[in-house]
């Protein structure tokens, strides 16, 4: 460690060097602004991570996330994921705020609020909000109605390919009243008005020029190089992207509504779940997202960490795309490989079952109103699957122990997440039970974003393990993932009957009258198996003691980062 430690003080010593070197070619006034503004953090930032990097403790207004991957885009309009709306909400603010609470959002106003109050018009047509007097983007201009509108006009674009688009299905226009009241103006009554203008606006003065598509848009320089130029409002804003390697941010000094308690905020990127494990037993880092569920007795029976929970807001599931692999076009196959499969078996086995259930359909039971009780996961039935396979004319002609038809073998590679230990060892065992009935499935475990190109952008798969986190509202659980013309459809599926189900649940007025839609929608998808649906699971989050006053559950990780703090 002794090496180690004058290694990087070394590298850190020929850092500052060339730090100075550089300001010495500069104005005299510009050398005092750029020290005065930019060494203190550089200093902290390099001896944070060498620190860090000797598993010595870390500075005690610092907290160390270690993430499975990196955020693919800085921007809410464009981001990538789950991960990329959760930091978008503490960069960029929007109109209203959200809470989960007894198994529903409710809408609030709260420090993270653009703005200060809202009101449905006599109709309940139109929605009037009013952004706080005092608001400010991070470079000091003023954040104003303008730029609201600016933001939902682009997510309108098709061009943009934001994955909000379909927000304005029921979205009519918006109006800029003033500088601080903008209206819009709904089609017709329905129970998602307030997720739907509840986006993270972004600045209209920094991105108006870069909006002719959408890798245009990705091409802007502060998104490309975001360090101290991301223009933002929220109560962080970005220090430092490494891109695949850390991503750092410290308060917004702009920030109109609350300053975040924590100095610094460092996610680094481990993608293997066994080393963010290590590292935080280690001292190295003091949050891992995730946590490997098999660890979670390990951590609890130690005084120094806890384990939280974003409670079954997530399932694992395999998708089968009849699209490139013709035999599972036919529902039987589907039937036959999901009772193929032992849930209970692969549960019990990667030590999860305390935090996992066999999944039914795509509603995890968080969803009150919702959840189906009638509806059961699929039994491990591998006669009836037998069964199945044989009435859809597979059999092993030849002995070699794989079904046959027409001469062709029942064979196909299944993808999944490298790095992820649950799935791969999902996969493994899945594997095995499919050979079990005579079917010859091959594993092949790719880098996550490599993966959701080959998904999303390639469609050349023919069967993928992986999970989705479902979002809150429910129409996201569903109505983004089965209609048959939509992006995230990824099996091919089509079903008029699911079509026509998902258009009335989108046009109900309230929550209760779409409540019977979904349901529907869940059934039918349950009865034709486009997934087999493995387990609900919920996603652990390893804390050091020393970091207070998280608020981890159901809605995410790090909704109240800016609260967090450093216990001294």
């Known amino acids: 460690m002794t090496i180690i430690l004058v290694l990087l003080i070394a590298v850190f010593t020929a850092l500052v060097i060339g730090y100075a070197l550089r300001l010495a070619t500069k104005s005299v006034e510009t050398v005092r602004r750029a020290v005065r503004d930019s060494a203190p953090t550089f200093v902290t930032v390099v001896l944070a991570l060498t620190l860090a990097a000797c598993g010595q403790p870390l500075p005690s207004d610092t907290v160390v996330i270690a993430v499975e991957r990196d955020v693919g885009a800085l921007l809410p309009v464009i981001e990538q994921g789950s991960f990329d709306s959760e930091l978008s909400n503490l960069l960029y603010l929007g109109l209203n705020s959200q809470l989960w609470e007894d198994g529903a959002l409710e809408y609030i106003v709260d420090e993270l609020s653009l703005a200060e109050s809202w009101e449905f018009g006599p109709d309940s047509l139109s929605l009037t909000y009013r952004i706080r007097p005092s608001a400010v983007w991070s470079d000091g201009q003023p954040i104003t109605s303008a730029d609201v509108v600016f933001t939902y006009e682009l997510i309108r674009r098709p061009e943009i390919a934001s994955p909000r688009i379909e927000y304005w299905e029921n979205l009519d226009s918006l109006v800029a009243e003033d500088d601080h009241t903008v209206t819009f103006f709904f089609k017709r009554l329905y129970p998602g008005m307030l997720f739907h203008t509840g986006v993270a606006i972004i600045p209209a003065h920094v991105f108006d020029g870069y909006t002719s598509d959408n890798a245009t848009l990705a091409s802007h320089p502060t998104l490309v190089q975001p360090d101290t130029q991301l223009v933002v409002s929220g109560p962080f804003r970005v220090e430092e992207w490494r891109r695949g390697e850390r991503l750092v941010l410290v308060p917004n000094p702009r920030a109109f509504t609350v300053s975040p308690r924590l100095e610094r905020v460092i996610f680094r990127i481990v993608p293997d779940e066994t080393t963010r494990l290590v590292e935080l037993e280690n001292g190295s880092v003091d949050v891992i997202n995730p946590a490997p569920v098999g660890a979670a007795a390990q951590l609890v029976q130690n005084p120094q960490f806890r384990i939280e929970s974003v409670t079954q807001r997530y399932y694992d599931y395999i998708a089968w795309n009849g699209a490139r692999f013709e035999p599972f076009t036919d529902h039987l196959v589907r039937l036959a490989l999901s009772l193929a499969i032992d849930r209970d078996e692969i549960l019990a086995g990667l030590a999860i079952a305390p935090y996992a259930q066999p999944a ?76 079990a009935v005579g079917i010859d499935m091959q594993v092949q475990a790719i880098e996550f974003g490599a993966l959701l190109d080959i998904m999303f952008a390639m469609r050349e798969f023919d069967a993928v393990l992986l999970g989705w986190q479902v979002g809150l509202e429910p129409d996201y659980v569903v109505g983004l993932f089965w209609p048959s013309d939509h992006t995230f459809n990824i099996t091919g599926y089509a079903s008029e009957a699911v079509d026509a189900s998902i258009e009335r649940a989108m046009s109900a007025a309230t929550a209760s009258e779409a409540a019977p839609e979904w349901q529907a929608v869940a059934r039918a998808i349950a009865d034709d198996h486009p997934y087999a649906f493995l387990w609900y699971f919920s996603e652990l989050v390893g804390v050091n003691n020393r970091v207070q006053d998280t608020r981890i559950n159901t809605y995410g990780v790090y909704q109240n980062l800016h609260r967090w703090r450093v216990e001294r």
């Open 360 to 435: 039914a359909g795509p509603y995890p039971p968080i969803f009150s109103m919702l959840a189906d009780t009638t509806l059961q996961p699929d039994p491990f039935l591998p006669d009836s699957a037998r069964v199945l396979l044989a009435a859809a004319g597979w059999s092993d002609a030849d002995g070699d122990g794989v079904l046959d038809r027409d001469g062709q073998p029942f064979k196909f590679t299944l993808l999944t997440q490298a790095g992820n230990e649950r799935r791969t060892s999902a996969a493994q065992v899945v594997q095995a039970q499919l050979a």
